[in-house]
């Protein structure tokens, strides 16, 4: 068994987008920038938003932080968000999800111009992946594919369980999938029998956010397991929704949380705004 080190990859990662940065700016003087709008005072929200900016720091972006507060209105952020549209400096706009609930998250989604749609969540965006264009893929299965990639777990052919269809997660993990040619099976809450599908996968991904929903007899021998889940324990302590302990011994490689997939997501947002960066003006 080994484990697939998101850490460690994330890390190689940014050290290259540095360099990449620290060229673009030496031969086009541009500087990549990040946009983050954050509503509201989620502690979970503000720790992302928080390692997002350092982690643009770190590579030399200009990154800006707009706090709102939970009673700002939609039109306030639209305004916002199409200031930002119209921002020379700005190639990247990321609204930190979730939204209060007198928000329409789809409708703010919608105002983001797709060119600097970082986080992927655009539908122009979500279209051109489905049609395998080139397009702004949402972080997290970005990072996912970065992994297999980077380990040489082949894709094609192979049956993969995406477990969990959210927007942001499954459903975008399970394109990509599909576009590198897996055979790909998609369950969710209202799946009737989960194990049935993930014990005969080559490959599990799963990102639900329930702590071990995926157990030992879940997973057939030599399988690849992904976790994207993040679920805080009462003890302050972060695990993932596969139950790693019993999990790990049967497979051929796995994810750790944290330390997997996590600090794969920031990398491939970075990535993004530095491929937006490069465009800039085009
Ligand atoms: P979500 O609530 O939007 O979607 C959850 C999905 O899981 C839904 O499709 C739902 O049908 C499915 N689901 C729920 N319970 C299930 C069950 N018992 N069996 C099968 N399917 C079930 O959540 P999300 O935003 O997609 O996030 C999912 C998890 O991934 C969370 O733990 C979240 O914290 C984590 N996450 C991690 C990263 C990262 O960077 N590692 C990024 C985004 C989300």
């Known amino acids: 068994m080994q484990i697939i080190d998101g850490k460690a990859l994330s890390q190689k990662i940014k050290t290259s987008l540095k360099e990449e940065t620290s060229l673009l700016k030496d031969n086009q003087n541009i500087v990549p920038g990040l946009a983050v709008i954050i509503i509201g005072d989620d502690p ?6 928080g390692m997002k900016a350092k982690a643009c720091k770190d590579v030399g972006f200009y990154s800006i932080v707009h706090e709102m507060p939970n009673s700002i209105t939609q039109e306030e952020i639209i305004d916002t968000i199409k ?9 990247g706009i990321l609204v930190q999800l979730p939204l209060p609930n007198h928000i329409d998250t789809d409708k703010i989604l919608e105002v983001i111009e797709p060119k600097k749609d970082v986080d992927g969540f655009h539908a122009y965006n979500v279209g051109r992946l489905v049609t395998g264009l080139d397009s702004f893929v949402a972080c997290t299965p970005l990072g996912v594919m970065e992994m297999f990639k980077k380990y040489n777990i082949e894709l094609e052919g192979k049956d993969v369980c995406v477990v969990g269809a959210s927007n942001i997660v499954g459903k975008p993990m399970a394109s990509l999938l599909l576009n590198a040619n897996a055979t790909v099976t998609v369950t969710h809450i209202f799946t009737k029998d989960l194990a049935s599908h993930t014990s005969k996968a080559d490959i ?3 990102g639900v956010g329930v702590p071990h929903l995926i157990k030992e007899d879940m997973i057939k021998e030599g399988a690849v397991v992904i976790d994207i889940g993040i679920n805080r324990l009462e003890d302050g302590s972060l695990t993932g929704d596969v139950d790693y302990q019993n999990v790990a011994p049967k497979c051929s490689y796995i994810t750790p949380v944290p330390g997997g997939v996590g600090p794969m997501t920031i990398a491939m947002l970075l990535s993004n705004t530095l491929k937006s960066a490069t465009k800039r003006g085009l």
């Open 44 to 49: 979970a929200s503000r720790a992302y938003v």
């Open 83 to 91: 200031m930002m549209n119209n921002n020379p400096r700005i190639d």
């Open 204 to 206: 599990v991904v799963v």
